[in-house]
T-cell receptor
């Protein structure tokens, strides 16, 4: 079945690191994605990782992939108040490569 | 390069009415996917259009239908609106075969009363 799970809420202090976790079900997903959604807005693609990689770093963002456990994480270094948003992980499924999203993690950054 | 645009931004309808939402894809993209995002949930895949044909569909009833035009823009039509259709409708464009990076528009907020 298709089921992507995330914790609902994370609160951190400005300057700390944030780690958002996700578990997915489809081991055949070629790419896994992280999207950011600010209030009232659409989804912004933050980063992606190819399924044969373990780690990808992109400026303040680090994605870790554990294929054995089907676990994906997003680490944001030096978290800023502008990082406050909902973060969605997504796997791809089927011939259309449709995105299957988790329920999202609300990141609240305290000044 | 022009990003994905959607219209209208907000819409209020009553039960039983019909609605058409529009999406212009990003320049160079030939595939459009539509998603429904209910409040507090992640987006759910409705369907995808590639070269003017439906190219896959999620678990949505036939009253959800769509079109894609030669310029790759797209419409989502919903007939016989129900209260549960109230949601943010997101359109995403992509170039088939290019890592499936889907770029989202700002969405249309539909409220059904």
């Amino acid at each position: 079945g298709e089921d992507v799970e995330q914790s609902l809420f994370l609160s951190v202090r400005e300057g700390d690191s944030s780690v958002i976790n996700c578990t997915y079900t489809d081991s055949s997903s070629t790419y896994l994605y992280w999207y950011k959604q600010e209030p009232g807005a659409g989804l912004q693609l933050l980063t992606y990782i190819f399924s044969n990689m373990d780690m990808k770093q992109d400026q303040r963002l680090t994605v870790l992939l554990n294929k054995k456990d089907k676990h994906l994480s997003l680490r944001i270094a030096d978290t800023q108040t502008g990082d406050s948003a909902i973060y969605f992980c997504a796997e791809t499924g089927g011939a259309t490569n449709k995105l299957i999203f988790g329920t999202g993690t609300l990141l609240a950054v305290q000044p | 390069e022009t990003g994905v645009t959607q219209s209208p931004t907000h819409l209020i309808k009553t039960r039983g009415q019909q609605v058409t939402l529009r999406c212009s894809s990003q320049s160079g993209h030939n595939t459009v996917s539509w998603y429904q995002q209910a409040l507090g949930q992640g987006p759910q895949f409705i369907f995808q259009y590639y070269r003017e044909e439906e190219n896959g569909r999620g678990n949505f009833p036939p009253r959800f239908s769509g079109l894609q035009f030669p310029n790759y823009s797209s419409e989502l039509n919903v007939n016989a609106l129900e209260l549960d259709d109230s949601a943010l409708y997101l359109c995403a464009s992509s170039q088939k075969g290019l890592r499936n990076e889907q770029f989202f528009g700002p969405g249309t907020r539909l409220t059904v009363l």
